[in-house]
């Protein structure tokens, strides 16, 4: 059925960690605040599965967004913004319009690929991705794993699999040893991360961490059955279940890029109260750095403060700032080595909808002409995969960032507005 479009005074575009902070602290001044989030329950990456009732932090979180009158909205995708102060989302029901007098984007990151010989065989996948399918009730036990890429969440996730009764037989760090004993001594300012780093090693305490090291293929039948790695002594070949790769994160800045948001170096230019450069709209977390967890939810309360007119507490800013610093440690240490640029071969897929090899990517000089010449980039994934792997391999930048911003149902691209979907209960 028909209806009028549904308006609030701060609407928040993420249900992650940064989104839950940023509407919960915007509903203290009693204006109307909602989140729309793609996903079927809030969380985001970070809190999904059993870690929404596990996690203390998380517990805290959730248990302030229920007893706000923050009003949520699962299963809601984004798409497009037809004019200032309006968004276009699409539902499970069909097609849902948001106006909005302040917006906040919290629109989190992704795992970065690294294409190499194999990567698209069946159970190599992303560090995360594997964790979350986990979580989803996966069955890991028993199953032999290698992880591999870069940045703590590869500890993170081997740690996971490890509980879950996986057996991790490696860790292929990319980074080298100094760069892994200089972030360490940088941890030194945050007895926090050091306490975190800790326990990961102690759950980790039987499992091989090899650092300098990267998957140079990935081998099997249509499914993998084993990946040669690289170490200081050579090549080593390793039989095992599953693969989980992740090199680092990518920000989701689409939507911001659709607004007009300036973009600085890959990620969304925030002043010091989180505004962009596009009046009324403020972005928070991994589209503005990536930071962890805790920076998140620090730039969350600042931009839920301002958004609704409140005053951002002074001790939030200084420990946002002490948090940035971390993440610039952190985005120092585990620096993508150039060998990694290496590792496709002529024959090797980079885009995976349009299965567009490497070899035929370099007949173009541009992302716009490999667009136009051979698909890659238009496919389901629009450019979330292959875009940021091009980038790292060729050099290219998209040009620009058109509407939809994520794969839609055609007749929803013009179909009238209907009611939202409103589940509080998704909140799981």
């Not at 970070?46 to 299963?75: N, Q």
């Not at 795992?111 to 594997?130: H, K, S, Y």
């Amino acid at each position: 059925m028909v209806s009028s479009k549904r308006k609030f005074d701060v609407l928040v575009v993420g249900g992650g960690p940064a989104g839950i902070a940023a509407a919960v602290s915007a509903a203290q001044s009693g204006k109307r605040v909602a989140i729309v989030d793609d996903n079927p329950a809030l969380g985001g990456q970070i809190w999904r599965g059993e870690t929404i009732h596990s996690d203390a932090t998380a517990v805290a979180w959730i248990a302030k967004l229920r007893a706000s009158s923050v009003e949520l909205f699962p299963g809601t995708r984004v798409f497009d913004q037809p004019s200032p102060g309006v968004l276009k989302a699409e539902t499970v029901d069909g097609m849902s319009v948001f106006d909005y007098e302040k917006l906040i984007l919290a629109t989190g990151a992704r795992e970065r690929f690294v294409p190499f010989p194999g990567w698209t065989l069946q159970n190599v996948m992303g560090a995360g991705a594997l964790q979350a399918l986990v979580k989803a009730g996966l069955p890991i036990q028993g199953k032999r794993v290698v992880v591999a890429g870069t940045g703590p969440l590869l500890l993170a996730v081997a740690a996971y699999l490890t509980k879950h009764g996986a057996m991790v037989v490696a860790v292929c760090e990319q980074a080298s040893r100094a760069s892994l004993g200089a972030f360490a001594l940088a941890l030194l300012r945050h007895p926090g991360k050091i306490a975190q780093a800790w326990d990961l090693r102690k759950d980790l305490s039987g499992t091989h961490l090899i650092t300098s090291s990267w998957p140079l293929g990935a081998t099997g039948n249509q499914i993998l059955e084993s990946v040669v790695i690289s170490t200081s002594r050579g090549e080593e070949q390793i039989f095992c279940d599953y693969l989980a790769c992740g090199f680092h994160l990518v920000p989701n800045t689409e939507l911001a890029s659709l607004l007009g948001c300036r973009l600085e170096g890959g990620l969304v230019a925030v002043d010091a109260l989180q505004n962009t450069s596009v009046p009324n709209v403020l972005c928070v977390g991994e589209p503005t750095g990536i930071g962890g967890v805790d920076l998140a939810l620090l730039e969350g309360q600042i931009a839920g403060l301002v958004a609704s007119g409140q005053k951002a507490a002074a001790d939030l800013v200084n420990q946002r700032a002490k948090y940035r610093s971390f993440a610039r440690s952190l985005e120092k240490a585990f620096e993508l080595r150039p060998e990694l640029k290496r590792l496709a071969a002529p024959d090797t897929i980079v885009c995976r909808c349009e299965d567009v090899t490497l070899a035929k990517l370099q007949q173009h000089g541009s992302w716009r002409a490999a667009k136009l010449q051979s698909r890659c980039g238009m496919g389901p994934c629009q450019g979330r995969i292959c875009g940021p792997a091009t980038q790292f391999l060729l050099g290219w930048t998209p040009d620009s960032v058109r509407p939809p911003v994520l794969p839609v149902k055609l007749g929803n691209l013009t179909s009238e507005s209907r009611e939202p979907n409103r589940e509080l209960a998704s909140v799981k």
